[in-house]
């Protein structure tokens, strides 16, 4: 249900957003109040040095974790003020995320890691399997589906975690330095892909320390 919401509203509206980490007594601040409005169709690149927040934000804005103060409407929905069960739906179903260490399942091939949100959220085996593959072909790597990731190089794995990011066509995909851990030659075919991705309408918001990528 997204009752209220215009198609003028940002996609991600962050207002004085705060959170810090605790360890028994102490308490480490890792963001001190932070305002963002990313509008629907934007590729919003954010720069930050290592250590100053950028994964934490975007684990806030992906309803992985809950900011301590502060509003934070993502897609139209009011995150804090959400349960855990609503948060996990809010996650499937809304936001893809492509991680900074990829975060794919070691055991499974690429397809059916790309394929399981799709499951998840209720597609049959066989239309998540043709969505999968469809993705996999359209980021050039259709001929790796039935390979693991420790059988892939570093750019296709990055290539197999933004088709699983995509393939529940999520209002945000959210991406955590996607080219951090890959060559450079990788690293420009994933930015290409993300630009191409947004061009066809995608709304993005990516965190790097580097700012040439940004
Ligand atoms: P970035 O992604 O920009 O490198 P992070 O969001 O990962 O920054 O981290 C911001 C700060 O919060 C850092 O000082 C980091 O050490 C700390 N931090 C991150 N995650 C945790 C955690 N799970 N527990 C405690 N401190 C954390
Ligand atoms: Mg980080």
């Known amino acids: 249900m997204r009752l209220g919401v215009s198609s003028t509203d940002p996609v991600v509206d962050a207002r ?9 007594e102490i308490r480490y601040p890792a963001l001190r109040g932070i305002d963002l409005q ?5 590729f ?8 100053s927040g950028k994964t934490t934000l975007l684990q806030l804005i992906g309803g992985l974790d809950r900011p301590d103060a502060g ?7 009011d995150l804090p003020r959400m349960d855990e069960t609503a948060l996990a739906l809010f996650r499937r179903r809304h936001v893809g995320i ?3 260490y990829f975060n794919l399942l070691q055991h499974l091939d690429a397809i059916t890691n790309v394929m399981l949100p799709a499951l998840l959220a209720g597609a049959g085996p066989g239309e998540a399997r043709a969505r999968a593959l469809a993705l996999l072909e359209r980021l050039g790597v259709g001929h790796l ?5 420790p059988q892939l190089s570093g750019g296709e794995r990055q290539r197999v975690a933004i088709a699983r990011a995509l393939i529940n066509e999520p209002q945000l995909l959210l991406a955590d330095e996607p080219t951090g851990s890959v060559d450079p030659v990788a690293a420009g075919r994933i930015l290409d892909l993300l630009a191409e991705t947004n061009a066809a309408g995608q709304t993005i918001l990516l965190v790097t320390h580097d700012p040439a990528i940004a």
Not at 44 to 51: E, T, Y
Not at 71 to 77: D, E, F, H, K
């Open 98 to 100: 492509i991680f900074q």
């Open 44 to 51: 919003v690149a954010l720069m930050g040095p290592s250590g």
């Open 16 to 24: 004085g957003v705060i959170k810090a980490y605790r360890d028994g």
């Open 38 to 42: 990313v509008q629907a169709g934007e």
């Open 145 to 149: 589906a039935g390979k693991r990731p």
């Open 71 to 77: 509003q934070l409407r993502v897609a139209g929905y």
